[in-house]
């Protein structure tokens, strides 16, 4: 998309938080480094909406995220996107991945993949950027028929992997990450499958994100790659820490935009604590 002064016609960015808590500076600091990107190439800032976890999503930190950005001074176009409206475009992604058998029912819970994980011919248990990598119990379940919507659906990484030359995103996903679930049982849909979808939908071409989340990005290039969606360019910025260096969470009331204004704080205020 370069063009041919090497600037780019029309950057995309998007700030995707969860409605499950309030914004701290942690999530000041991306939303502000995506608007800043979008405002010096003139393009456009989204703001997306990621309520997939309907049990733990709640309208008024909704609200709230609305307010908190708008007093920081960011506008984005509306309606804004919410992935809560957004299953027919995951079914549809999911039912491309079942037809060329990339998927398979898992009916393995938490303490399941732990133990089979730890089993002593295993080995350590290897960590992926979802928690134990899945060692594959149910991968030899049935693949055809019609997609099944009363379990959890996971991705064949080796079988996806296959599918063409992956040296160029990371030699070893199906070790290092393995297996991981693309539909949740609870909701139709995950993290991974629903940002890739929705960042395409969007047109989004600079994903600005913190580094926390850098180990996804090689499994949202391959979903990419799978469903024949264009891949944007991944930016991750360092991560805003507490005085002990831990960094922020959503728990971290203390740290909520909300506290910092009703305390009399600017927005340039929160620019320079977050170091911008
Ligand atoms: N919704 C995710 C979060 O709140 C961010 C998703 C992303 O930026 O890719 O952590």
């Keep these: 998309m ?18 499950t808590g309030p914004l701290h500076l ?5 939303a502000l480094t995506a608007w800043d990107m979008a405002r010096a190439a003139g393009g ?10 309907q049990s733990r999503a709640r309208p008024d930190w909704e609200q709230q995220i609305y307010d908190d950005l708008a007093w920081l001074g960011l506008t984005w176009p509306t309606p804004v996107m919410r992935q809560s409206d957004r299953q027919a475009a995951y079914d549809a992604a999911l039912d491309m ?15 399941d993949i732990l133990a089979a994980a730890s089993a002593p011919q295993e080995g350590a248990p290897l960590l992926g950027p979802d928690g134990v990598v899945y060692p594959g119990t149910c991968r030899h379940g049935t693949r055809t028929g019609l997609r099944p919507r009363d379990a959890a659906l996971r991705l064949d990484m080796q079988f996806a992997c296959q599918s063409f030359d992956n040296t160029a995103l990371s030699p070893d996903l199906a070790r290092t990450i393995g297996d991981v679930v693309l539909a949740r049982r609870d909701m139709g849909t995950s ?13 989004v ?19 990419q790659r799978l469903l024949d969606l264009p891949t944007p360019a991944y930016h991750h910025h360092r991560l805003i820490r507490d005085a002990n ?12 935009l909300g506290l910092y204004r009703d305390q009399g704080a600017t927005p340039d205020d929160i620019r320079r604590l977050v170091g911008l």
Excluded at 97 to 111: D, E, H, K, Q, S
Excluded at 191 to 203: I, P, T
Aim: one cysteine or more.
């Design 205 to 223: 071409t600079d994903v600005v994100r913190g580094q926390d989340l850098a180990d996804a990005t090689p499994i949202h290039m391959l979903l």
């Design 2 to 19: 370069a063009g041919t002064d090497g600037t780019r016609a029309c950057v995309i960015t998007r700030f995707a938080p969860s409605p």
């Design 44 to 53: 456009t800032f989204l703001l997306r909406i990621e309520d997939i976890d």
């Design 97 to 111: 991945l079942w037809a060329r058998g990339l998927l398979y029912p898992c009916t393995c819970n938490r303490r």
């Design 191 to 203: 993290y991974h499958l629903s940002v890739v979808v929705d960042d395409a939908a969007q047109g």
């Design 245 to 256: 260096g831990k960094r922020l969470a959503k728990r971290d009331d203390a740290r909520a």
């Design 26 to 30: 942690g999530h000041a600091f991306s």
